[in-house]
């Protein structure tokens, strides 16, 4: 039985790079030879134990690589073809899947929609940050990289920019909107690229650190406030004339950014989070018009599949945006433990990490 | 200077029927001499003083009556037509209105969308508990009603029928739907009529008191959880064999049916939420999948303005609801006191009071 | 190699029973033993040779029956369970699918969407007016049928009801619209039917066959325009105050009967097509206002899929709609060409017939 | 009664210059004066008589200028404010403004919504090629042009824009979209901006004239197709790899490009239309699958209304999209006949004319 080495969750605190045998696939999956991943702040979240996963399991949920095998019953692709497929992996065929909303893949289950049952890389099966992936329903979750995009042109496909640009299209960003988005960690970024992307001719980004004030403007920002200067909910209200902001987007998993989200909104706006929180979340009632105020707030889990992966290398192969500066450092996968721990402290300005097996 | 009677706030605790005089009318206004009238929940918080008004303001936003005059702008309109108009009277003109927006109307201020600046009756400037009415915006908000249709077969257009079927609406149901409706008060009533008239194909009410559940099931309601009896919340998921509901409908405005109407819900699921909320309002992650469970949370303002009244005459007229049963008590202006103490108390089950001046 | 019986098309003008092997079934298939099926008007046009399909395959998209055999990858049933499938047999996996568009199934392709992909019973592949019928991506396409309902209960679902829903919702109808449904066979009456379960309030259907008139106000219209009596453009103006329809609804599929569904149509409007046109068909310009009238014209093929057919059947279980009048009529399969011969000539007031092997 | 200058159409073949008296304003209007203006297309039907107006009509609808005068009942402006008012001038009371269709403006009327009630300017009362305007529905209506912004700048937000970008907005554009712009003028141009602002990230445009051709790259075309050399169905089809474009946007008025844009619509696709046309216009069968491939058509007339405006000032003033290229020729009004001339016969590359009196 081959080996492989994988990055595998022990404990809480202990993530460690390990062999563990290649992964056996099934008539519908696919065995892909991870050629670039990268590590996520959900990633964080497990090795912390904040987020519960099995021990054992292979983390990472970020894959480019190079299909080395595939199922018996899969049709339409070639093996040495390079793919990614997305962090949420569809079915296609569950009851949510089939009413669109793939990211809550049931996959079958007699007792209907399994919370978030659409991410299994890294959380319900084995992931990525390994030499090899087993990729499941590989029909409805493969989508080919085109020759002329590097790996790294293609690796915030599988999540960052996917939710990213989720939160600004379920914010249902219109021409000529104001939009607010909270955060400019990789997410927050990708989010504001998405903003611009569809249409809104004001955006404002909120964040403290430098290098992500910058990357922020670069992404599409007309104003970034630094809130560690000036209170955002009065500068919002300044900068629109008193008016608030069409949509806010919160790409943190805060109270604070929450609640803040949700004041700089006009009546009749929509607040759409991307954030993980932990705790209860209060909704002020002043900022929610104690329910009068005809708002929205949405929640997005990260879209996958092919056809999403598809439609984002297109917007990557265009040159609409190019998500390669938020790769700020490389390392091998031998290395893995190394990237962690920079990534979990954000030390040195890290924004994304290449990892090549 | 012509008198009239009308109810008039005067502290908290105290709303008295007193003498005004009967309002001037500009040129974009009507007046209207109420025919029948009644009293809101909403009025009882005002009555309680929970939600201010200023002092000497007539009360009311549910008008039935006949047009008196007609501003010197105003077209289309006869006097002496039989007209409702909504609880909230949009301009037409604000930037709130012309983005489809408008019950947030704000009228052309500067500073952009005044929260709720849709709702004026009882609020901002005089309401209908008396003998006229001054309509502001009268080509945007009168709505004629046909000769074969009582008042009270139109009185619950104004407000309850329109709040309640926005409930449905904003909840986006679908044909096939499951639908959850948390509180059978008049609203909620409304609501789940809202759902059925929609094509949710299972509704799921929440209510204890014995004639709200009789009512309940004859406006729709396929099952009724008595929460005294039972947890909605298992229950409900017992009834959907734990599939959840599409959307859930939150007419009471309490954190415990915000909270149940949050955990029922599928992943990716609509919480339409009418209530008026007081404090904080918490969101428990675990019913909100620490914001990965793709939902949408959408509170709604009464849709006003004389389209949506004609809508909603026309689903009176075309049989396909029936709110006259919501009329449980009857009274002439001169008893609004004693009218507003039944209602505030909510004695000898009562729903709704119809008041003829 | 056991044999079945099966009506297949011959050639154009002949569809006859005949014996052939019953289906081999691969991993992700199932083979379901039909109880009851039907003919639909799509199956006459093969007949007629209007619309082409291979000599020698069997005819046939609405079936119920139960499940003999699952494929090796097929979890989430068991044999002997009583199921319907679609008309309309998506993949979920391809990319049409994947962005909501399953009735496009193209299936891994790589030229990726192929016009009607997902219709595949009786058109690509063998179909259900037979013993037994392979269903080809089982897990998104079998939907288990409660016990309470009987065959002929959810034997509209598969297309009739389905195509006719789909009329309604391709309309976007919402409470208090005014609707104009054009001819009322069998899929005419699931629109209306349709239209009224979204909750239009005025439903205006156009017919000229007593008992198909007398049908439909059964299934929801207000009024009924014999069209050999009165012209139905001035008719639904003059019932509409001049006002015209929020939604008309064709579903025939002539030349006469389009230009009609759109003159009738207030600007802004929707025209919800169903009907199978052949020849060009022309837009009357003085009924589209020379593309100045804000007008959607939508045309829909019948969604499928287990998520569907478990909406459909939650309808009919419900019983917000009940489709067992339109089975008029009824065969052994043995009798199948006397029951094409009934149902292509529409005698003795046929509307659908039930067949069961 | 003081005169003022006007560009007046008397018969079909000749619009004039001539005076005519300054308007009179009700108490809902404005008095503008006019600072810059320009030619439309549809002026240029107009002008051949191919779009019937009354004689004596002034004849424009894209207003830039100076607030000269307030109605009576005008709230929220101030005298010497610059500003512009959209083609089309939504009352904001009607039923269609109230049901959010304000091109379809009926403002009053017994009969219900007129088509195209919205578009008053130069169509049913007095236009803007004049030194003077009376705005109806000021407060609707008049939207401020910021300091930094010259008359230029916004000068194509009244029409070309407004349109243009609701080519790309009717047709739901989303991120991924690959996109077959029919004819590149000025509205064409517009609408492919509109449709790189949605996230389209594959624009086609199909023109021939070659700075045309250059213009359509500058506004954010990927691929022009000079249609004289290369058939334009073809080349999309081999652009898509056989896949067919998500949405078309037609922006001339023929059957040939109509018919072109159906043809190379994927399955599911929408064919957003823009053109006048004149004649039937006939749908290919081919084209459109006979009814069964899931399309939709949707005609748009330009959004007016003082918040369209507002948000297409903002897509100008953040710097999104550009229009001053567009204006190729600059004339006094003194010599309109002359530009109306080098207009209508596309002289010299015109694009768009700027007026200024």
Same mark, same amino acid.
């Given at each position: ?12 605190? $202990? ?44 983390? @990472? ?15 339409g692709y070639r093996e040495g ?26 996959? @079958? ?24 992936? #087993? ?41 000529? /909107? ?23 001719t004001t955006i404002i980004a ?10 922020? $403007? ?47 909104? #006009? ?42 992966? #598809? ?10 945006? /190019?998500? $390669? ?33």
């Amino acid at each position: 039985m081959p080996k492989m080495r994988a990055a595998i969750f022990v404990e809480p605190g $202990r993530i460690v790079l390990d062999e563990k045998p290649i992964p056996n696939i099934g008539p519908l999956d696919a065995l892909v030879r991870i050629s670039t991943t990268t590590i996520c702040g959900t990633d964080i979240h497990i090795l912390k134990g904040e987020y519960p996963v099995a021990p054992g399991l292979t983390i @990472g949920h970020e894959p480019v690589g190079i299909i080395e095998k595939l199922g018996s019953a899969v049709q339409g692709y070639r093996e040495g073809q390079r793919v990614i497929a997305g962090a949420i992996t569809p079915s296609g065929y569950s009851e949510a899947c089939l009413c669109g909303c793939h990211s809550q893949d049931g996959a @079958g289950t007699k007792h209907g929609w399994k919370a978030m049952g659409g991410w299994k890389f890294g959380n319900t099966i084995d992931g990525c940050q390994a030499e090899y992936l #087993r990729v499941p329903d590989a029909m409805a979750n493969l989508a080919p990289v085109p020759d002329g995009l590097t790996d790294e042109q293609v690796l915030m496909c599988p999540d960052i920019l996917s939710t990213g640009f989720s939160g600004a299209e379920s914010g249902r960003i219109r021409i000529g /909107d104001t939009v607010a988005v909270f955060a400019q960690g990789p997410i927050g970024l990708c989010a504001t690229a998405g903003a611009k992307l569809m249409g809104a001719t004001t955006i404002i980004a909120v964040e403290s650190l430098p290098e992500r004030i910058d990357m922020s $403007r670069r992404m599409g920002a007309d104003h970034v406030i630094d809130f560690t200067k000036a209170d955002p909910v009065e500068e919002i209200r300044r900068l629109t004339d008193g008016r608030g902001v069409d949509v806010s987007i919160e790409a943190l998993g805060r109270q604070q950014t929450f609640e803040a989200a949700l004041r700089v909104l #006009r009546p009749g706006g929509t607040l759409s989070s991307l954030g993980v929180y932990s705790g209860d979340l209060r909704i002020p009632l002043d900022g929610f018009l104690a329910g009068l105020g005809d708002y929205t707030i949405r929640t997005t889990l990260c879209p996958g599949g092919k056809e999403r992966m #598809r439609r984002l290398i297109s917007a990557i192969a265009s040159g609409r945006v /190019d998500t $390669r500066p938020l790769v700020t450092h490389r390392f091998k996968l031998d290395q893995i433990e190394e990237a962690y721990d920079l990534f979990s402290h954000q030390r040195d300005g890290v924004l994304k990490v290449a990892i090549a097996p």
